[in-house]
């Protein structure tokens, strides 16, 4: 007898300013071959603009007030049920981004079909008009060849698909760093749970390049929550080693006054103030990753 296809859901994380975007998206999702993926689109504080039913259907949630985008999209996968169990794996994919092939669907549910353990997909996110795909979003340190899929250990938010049985497992996403490496915290929690993460070359979500300048406000959040993902997540004696490795590269960079002072802030922030719940990974996982190339002081 033949397994039944995975049920695959989607969430798109909305602020309502992307209105056209948001439709052309879902035309994409619409236009994917086999069973048809079920979205759910979140207004994050914003209210929902008209949009077309994809044949999975739609759900829709409008929140009172921004949640931040880990809160938001757990919002998301809730209205899947609870752990997002009415389906099987859940897209997470940005408002202003489109999935330019009719396989990607098809591509994760051969994927998971192939890999039990392969809890997480990273697709490659490349510039609608060019087809690049910037260095910054290959979720690996050998980032030169975007074209290269390989085991990863972490992923893309806003282009991925997240099997449910993880999220049941490790838990959600954490809504309390609002913004920023809240797809490193959860996988390193799956990582730790012995499920596998994939970066597919050939699953891509065309998104506009944008610049990597930031405001006060993104320094901050950086800060503050790589500090929260080291203490959640590592190993006592590796927290002063990843924090300070990423001190010195910070410096490295030398980043303007403004934003070595909204850093600095978010460090102390980090350092000050309620993270979660602590899980230290296992040393194994500390080795695991260290083999996959990214060992958890980096």
């Known amino acids: 007898m033949t397994a039944p296809a995975m049920r695959l859901g989607a969430v798109v994380l909305t602020m309502g300013n992307r209105p056209e975007e948001l439709r052309a998206l879902l035309d994409s999702v619409a236009r994917q071959e086999g069973d048809p993926v079920e979205v759910v689109v979140v207004g994050n504080g914003a209210p929902l603009p008209e949009l077309p039913s994809p044949p999975g259907g739609l759900r829709t949630v409008e929140l009172p007030e921004n949640l931040g985008i880990p809160g938001g999209r757990n919002v998301g996968v809730e209205a899947f049920g609870p752990d997002g169990r009415d389906v099987d794996a859940v897209l997470f994919l940005d408002d202003d981004g489109l999935l330019p092939g009719t396989d990607t669907a098809q591509l994760c549910r051969q994927a998971f079909a192939d890999d039990p353990r392969l809890g997480i997909i990273s697709f490659r996110i490349a510039d609608p008009d ?122 490295l960079r030398r980043p303007s006054r403004p934003a070595l002072r909204a850093w600095l802030g978010g460090f102390r922030e980090g350092w000050a103030t309620p993270c979660g719940p602590r899980r230290p990974m296992k040393w194994r996982t500390v080795w695991r990753m260290a083999r996959l190339g990214r060992p958890p002081v980096i």
Not at 194 to 219: E, F
């Open 130 to 251: 060019t087809g690049a795909t910037q260095r910054r979003h290959v979720p690996r340190l050998r980032a030169a060849d975007p074209m290269r899929s390989s085991k990863a250990t972490t992923f893309l938010g806003g282009a991925s698909a997240v099997r449910t049985e993880v999220l049941a497992e490790v838990g959600a996403l954490p809504a309390e760093f609002f913004y920023a490496h809240e797809e490193t915290d959860l996988a390193w929690r799956a990582l730790d749970a012995g499920w596998n993460i994939d970066y597919r070359a050939d699953m891509v979500l065309h998104h506009p390049t944008t610049s990597p300048a930031r405001h006060a406000v993104y320094h901050r959040m950086v800060a503050r929550n790589r500090v929260w993902l080291a203490r959640r997540n590592l190993p006592l004696p590796l927290v002063p080693v990843y924090l300070g490795v990423w001190l010195l590269l910070t410096l």
